[in-house]
């Protein structure tokens, strides 16, 4: 019987292995697009230039985010160079301050505070009168203040930074998720 023979089954291996290493590498090239800024689900980085919302689409069945017209930040219009430049610096503040210790990024991270990923959409910053939305956001990540959970501690943030980390959570908001939940696992105080 040749299932007796270990070559058979050496040779099974060896052929399952590479068959599945080829549909790896496929899959990897087919999602480079979907994630690579400017592909089919991740927006160029000058998108913070533009109003950003979240609206259901019905033939796809879940909510996508919307890209509408000029809604600069920080009144400035920022070529794709620089908004690259100020969300990278975003990245970095993100990183070295240990957001993720409280907060969640496309629901990775720690579940003591709100996901970020679409914190930029949050009425809450449409709530300040004479405030635009990136303004007040930074203001907040300069100065916390009792949104409705935790309190947030205050984390020091200079202006450039707190101005980055909200040019990230904004172009953030752009991303289109495949309909991962807006507002997920939020920890409510007690
Ligand atoms: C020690 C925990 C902790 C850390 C670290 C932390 N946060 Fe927070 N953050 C919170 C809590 C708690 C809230 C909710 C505040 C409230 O409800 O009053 C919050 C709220 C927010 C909100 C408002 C969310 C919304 O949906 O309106 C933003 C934006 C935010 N944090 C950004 C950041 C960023 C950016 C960093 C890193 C630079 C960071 N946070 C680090 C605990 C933290």
Known sequence: MYTRDPA???????????????????????SLDAITPGGSHVPLYDVINNQISYSYDSARGEYVPKIGGQELLFNHEYSETEAKALIGKGK??????????????????????????????????????GTKRGDAMAAFLMHPFRLGYHEMPNLHLSRDEAQAAVAYLKWMSAVDTNGFPNGFGVAQAK
Do not use: K
């Open 8 to 30: 058979f089954w050496r040779a099974g291996a060896i052929a399952s292995t590479l068959f599945m290493s080829a549909v790896l590498v496929i899959l990897a090239v087919n």
């Open 92 to 129: 970095m503040v993100i990183q070295s301050r240990a957001c993720m210790d409280c907060h969640t990024f496309f629901g990775n991270g720690a579940y003591y505070a709100p996901d970020l990923t679409r914190a930029w959409l949050d009425p809450v910053w449409a709530e300040y009168p």
